[in-house]
């Protein structure tokens, strides 16, 4: 919810002491983002996935380069996080691999070495940014932001359907000036929607940015959280926002009598 911390303080370390202390942040626009997380350290991989979905990112984790790739050109993601040094297929020769098939995901490595020539090899098989470890979960989380800003077209930090307003940077949603308490998911499936204002949202296009492959396809978890949001936001005699459309998915936005939204 905002104006709180969804975790720890702090994030465990790696066994192999790769990753610091972190603490957490309330300002980001995180939600409605699927990424993949490459890494083959156990502690490291956890410790990432669990820290990026506690800021309302959806997020698949593999421990191997050749999981990796089946991942990525099976699913559509938002960026990827990958570790240079892995079992199966590394870092370099994945990013390589993927912008040979005209995948342009952005893509952040991660590797201990931090060498000029390691750093050239990367950018150079196709990588957008280079991170060495150990590094601070706050850096990774700004970097994951420039890759983003760089390939999205420009959003602006309050997004407005009619006298609703989502904040993106500070995760906090208003309608008709009160404040509406959301869980880290709800507001990522809301923000998504926001972001798609006045258009049909498919469910597999909700599934893809707002969960990851915990996410059940014939579960009833969408429905459920349309409901909770759709109590939240039009609650209180408001005029109706959240609308479902049977067979083709939701919609954000006043309804019109041709059934569109504006």
């Known amino acids: 919810m905002p ?21 957490a942040s309330r300002t980001l626009g995180d939600a409605g983002v699927r990424l993949l997380v490459a890494e083959d350290d156990g502690p490291l991989r956890q410790a990432l996935t669990r820290g990026l979905r506690q800021r309302g990112f959806a997020v698949d984790a593999v421990a191997d ?74 850096e990774l989380l700004a970097r994951i932001r420039a890759l983003l800003r760089r390939r999205s077209a420009v959003i602006p930090a309050t997004i407005r359907v009619a006298d609703l307003e989502v904040d993106t940077r ?55 959280y349309v409901s909770r949001i759709r109590k939240k936001v039009d609650g209180e005699g408001a005029l109706p926002l959240v609308h479902t459309r049977r067979g083709a998915g939701v919609l954000l936005g006043l309804a019109r009598d041709d059934g569109a939204a504006e």
């Not at 993927?98 to 995901?105: E, K, T």
């Not at 509406?180 to 006045?198: D, K, Q, V």
Request: with cysteine; net charge negative; hydrophobic share 40%.
């Open 3 to 23: 104006g709180r911390s969804d975790g720890p303080d702090t994030a465990p370390r790696s066994s192999r002491g790769r990753l610091r202390p972190y603490y």
């Open 170 to 224: 500070r995760q906090e949603v208003r309608r008709g000036g009160r404040p509406i308490p959301l869980a880290p998911r709800e507001f990522a499936f809301l923000e998504y929607l926001a972001r798609h204002a006045g258009e049909v949202v498919s469910r597999a296009e909700l599934a893809a940015h707002v969960w990851d492959d915990n996410h059940e396809p014939g579960s009833n978890l969408l429905d459920v």
């Open 65 to 138: 380069g050749a999981k990796a790739l089946t991942h990525a050109v099976v699913n559509a993601y938002d960026a990827l996080i990958v570790d240079v040094l892995m079992p199966g297929r590394d870092g370099v020769s994945l990013c390589r691999e993927l912008r040979q098939r005209s995948l342009d995901v952005p893509i952040l490595l991660l590797t201990a070495r931090d060498g000029v020539d390691d750093r050239v090899a990367g950018l150079d098989a196709g990588a957008d940014d280079y991170l060495v470890k150990p590094f601070a979960f706050d």
